[in-house]
């Protein structure tokens, strides 16, 4: 009997004229209804994409965290010339240490390697001071600048024979020692 409903239903027969369009109507209907139901899923959908979301958000802010402490950090060894007495090009060597927020180090130069005092860094911005001991007399430079990456730039000062502070850009580069 019921396989006998289901022939009649397959041919239409007995079930109204119209029976044949809405069989061909509601035939699709599973495929709508499943589409509509995946579109309009909104804890699944709405889920997923605001999962998807905070995982993009925290690699970025971990990405730029990195990139931040890495870029901060003026720890490690730079060099960087100047012009010396007669127009020579000398080289010096910056090593520099961050423990916190305790800024310390060396410059070693012709004149051989030298500890740095009154050491600040805050924020981009180094400074420190070279005392030079040349002959009986004590010579202090005064060194600041910008750390950009690999880059520190800045001003270098220290007093002239006549007393007048004198200054000049520097420009020191890390160095992979």
Known sequence: MVHNLFQRA??????GENFREMRNRFAAAPLRECAIA?????????SIIMKTIRMCI?????????????????????????????GRKLESTLTLKLDGSQLSGTIDNRGGKVE??????????????????IR??????????????????GTVSTKGRDGQMKSRDWEAKRSAE
């Open 10 to 15: 397959a041919a239409g027969l007995g079930f």
């Open 38 to 46: 995946i579109i309009n899923q909104p804890f699944v959908s709405h």
């Open 58 to 86: 925290t690699a970025f802010i971990l990405c730029a965290a990195a990139l931040a402490c890495n870029a901060s950090d003026p720890s490690g060894v730079w060099k960087f010339e100047f012009e010396g007495a007669q």
């Open 116 to 133: 740095i005092s009154d050491a600040k860094f805050e924020g981009d911005q180094v400074s420190f001071n070279v005392v030079h001991k």
């Open 136 to 153: 009986l007399r004590k010579f202090t430079t005064s060194y600041s600048g910008r750390l950009d990456g690999d880059t520190i730039k």
